[in-house]
């Protein structure tokens, strides 16, 4: 069992940047895979981006490549998602996701591969 509590979010405007960080209780951490999902109002929760256990691989979504970045410090039971060129099409709910993996090298991209949930983040983009 793991519980997932974001924060970082909030109001910034386009071309911008924030970080959000994911702090997960429990002790095997490292053997969790991460993922970030967003939802914005009337639209379905999409990936975002995604880390193995050690953090050497990653996968972002098309749409924040370049801009984005996730990274983890399994030292500090937490992961990050580094957000950089805002948009106002960035504007969601972001939530953290964990899955417990038996292979150090799986990212995870389906909202359905994740076992727990954050209780999310508002990001909010100004033009």
């Known amino acids: 069992q793991v519980q997932l509590v974001e924060s970082g979010g909030g109001l910034v405007q386009a071309g911008g940047s924030l970080r959000l960080s994911c702090a997960a209780s429990?002790?095997?951490?490292?053997?969790?895979?991460m993922g970030w999902f967003r939802q914005a109002p009337g639209k379905e929760r999409e990936f975002v981006a995604a880390?193995?256990?050690?953090?050497?691989?990653?996968y972002l979504a098309d749409s924040v490549k370049g801009r984005f970045t996730i990274s983890r410090d399994n030292a500090k039971n937490t992961v990050y998602l580094q957000m950089n060129s805002l948009k106002p099409e960035d504007t969601a709910v972001y939530y953290c996701?964990?899955?417990?993996?038996?292979?150090?090298?799986?990212?995870?991209?389906?909202?359905?591969?994740?076992?727990?949930w954050g209780q999310g983040t508002q990001v909010t983009v100004s033009s």
């Open positions: 996701a964990a899955t417990r993996t038996l292979s150090t090298n799986v990212v995870l991209k389906g909202r359905n591969e994740y076992d727990y």
């Open positions: 429990g002790r095997t951490f490292s053997s969790y895979a």
């Open positions: 880390i193995n256990w050690s953090g050497i691989r990653i």
